[in-house]
């Protein structure tokens, strides 16, 4: 089946503690997004690619961190600067940026205490 | 840049009913508007899309409809079911530009 799969889906860390949300496509599409969902809210950007080893920040940047070293894979990194880490985080891919679908994967929720 | 405002927050109809749900955007350069059922704990799945070259488009008891003038789409679904219930969100955007998602329809079916 192809799809996006994202794990895991619930992780807890101490506060002050870096941890590393995993994402993985195996549509063949080159463009990957993070976004972030709080509750009762709508999705916002964190980081986007448009091709392997390169990527862009969003509108919410600040306190994460990505990297893109294969087209199937797209890790972002919660670093302890983030003030509010607790959250839904979503993965989505495309064929590319703008007019095209966005496949997104099922989230992982993260609590930071 | 792009804004997308979505009304209502909340919306519930009896099953059977119709349900609406609209949503206005700025940017008069967009030009691609797909909508999203997000079930609870879950990620969000396209429903429907259209393209700002086709004024309405329709797949079973779900349709949408553009007013490029207006800058504004709506989201209609017909004859709903309990497993419509959900949180709906729509998006704007154009070419080698970002999706800005608008904050979201909670649509409860009420049996």
């Known amino acids: 089946d192809g799809g996006i799969t994202q794990s895991p889906k619930y992780l807890f860390r101490k506060e002050g503690q870096n941890v590393t949300l995993s994402c993985e496509q195996n549509?063949?599409?080159?463009?990957m997004y993070w976004y972030r969902q709080d509750p009762g809210q709508g999705l916002r950007l964190i980081y986007y690619?448009?091709?392997?080893?390169?990527?862009q920040k969003g509108d919410i940047a600040e306190g994460y961190s990505v990297s893109r070293e294969k087209k199937e894979s797209f890790p972002l990194t919660v670093t302890s600067a983030q003030k509010n880490p607790t959250a839904f985080y979503l993965c989505?891919?495309?064929?590319?940026?703008?007019?095209?679908?966005?496949?997104f994967g099922p989230g992982t929720r993260l609590t930071v205490t | 840049g792009e804004n997308v405002e979505q009304h209502p927050s909340t919306l519930s109809v009896q099953e059977g009913d119709s349900a609406v749900i609209k949503c206005t955007y700025s940017d008069s350069a967009s030009n691609y508007f797909p909508w999203y059922k997000q079930e609870l704990g879950k990620g969000p799945q396209l429903i429907i899309d259209i393209r700002s070259n086709v004024g309405e488009k329709k797949d079973q008891r779900i349709a949408v409809t553009l007013n490029k003038t207006a800058k504004h789409f709506s989201l209609h679904i017909t004859e709903t079911q309990p497993e419509d219930s959900a949180v709906y969100f729509c998006?704007?955007?154009?070419?080698?530009?970002?999706?800005?998602f608008g904050p979201g329809t909670r649509l409860s079916v009420l049996p």
């Open positions: 690619s448009q091709i392997v080893n390169d990527f």
């Open positions: 998006a704007a955007n154009n070419y080698g530009q970002n999706f800005v």
């Open positions: 549509l063949n599409h080159d463009a």
């Open positions: 989505a891919s495309s064929t590319g940026t703008g007019g095209y679908e966005q496949y």
